[in-house]
């Protein structure tokens, strides 16, 4: 009797990796379809169905286009607009509804789909942020810009003809993998977290929100490319 028998089956030597975005960093993604959500409170963000890796999943409730009271909000709507920049697009229509797998367990779900905005390959750079509330560790994923697909330029670097992909090279090598700590966290702690399997009465972020009624316009996407 043995303890164990090797196996040379496929499926048993695969190396196992994660397609999921997890950390900080610059990723490679297609953007199956933006979904625009509206919070209980009025604010509206839009959130990125992608597919990294063959691994379709949901970046969701961090890219805040408008505040609370309606107004825009500066740091989320210069990065959307980063968005349209890299891809030449000058306006986007107003969302319309569609079903995506993005409910619980991957349940079908009715979207607001920004659909001049489907389809399409970037590099999206996404940071890991931890806070606490009420004795809960919260996690996000904060998308901090874009970069166009084909050599890595910044909008800046499109509008401006001007050394395209620098700025991707830089925060690539300084900033791209730093994460966030808050509320007196810190990596151990985070590290300690993940291990237990984020213990019971932790909870990672989860927006609050609902879609936005259709055939209004909010002016999505209104700022023209130059």
């Not at 791209?176 to 300690?192: F, P």
Request: with cysteine; hydrophobic share 30%; net charge negative.
């Amino acid at each position: 009797m043995s303890f164990a028998t090797a196996s040379k089956k496929a499926e048993d030597v695969k190396q196992s990796s994660s397609n999921y975005i997890n950390k900080s960093g610059i990723y490679p993604v297609r953007i199956i379809a933006p979904i625009v959500n509206v919070s209980n409170e009025g604010s509206t963000t839009v959130e990125m169905y992608v597919d990294y890796n063959g691994q379709k999943q949901d970046i969701y409730g961090n890219l805040r286009v408008t505040n609370k009271n309606g107004e825009r909000n500066e740091i989320g709507s210069k990065i959307f607009n980063q968005l349209l920049i890299i891809n030449g697009i000058d306006e986007v229509a107003d969302p319309v509804e569609e079903e995506l797998p993005v409910g619980k367990k991957g349940a079908m779900k009715t979207c607001a789909v920004l659909q001049d905005l489907v389809d399409i390959d970037v590099y999206m750079q996404v940071q890991m942020e931890y806070s606490a509330w009420n004795n809960n560790i919260q996690e996000k994923k904060i998308i901090r810009g874009f970069y166009r697909d084909t050599d890595k330029a910044t909008a800046e670097e499109i509008v401006n003809d001007a050394d395209k992909g620098k700025t991707y090279e830089k925060n690539l090598e300084e900033y791209a993998t730093k994460v966030v700590y808050k509320d007196g966290l810190d990596e151990d702690a985070i590290k300690n977290w993940i291990k237990s399997n984020r213990p019971k009465g932790t909870a990672t972020y989860a927006g609050s929100s609902e879609a936005p009624s259709f055939g209004e316009r909010k002016g999505f996407g209104s700022k023209k490319a130059s």
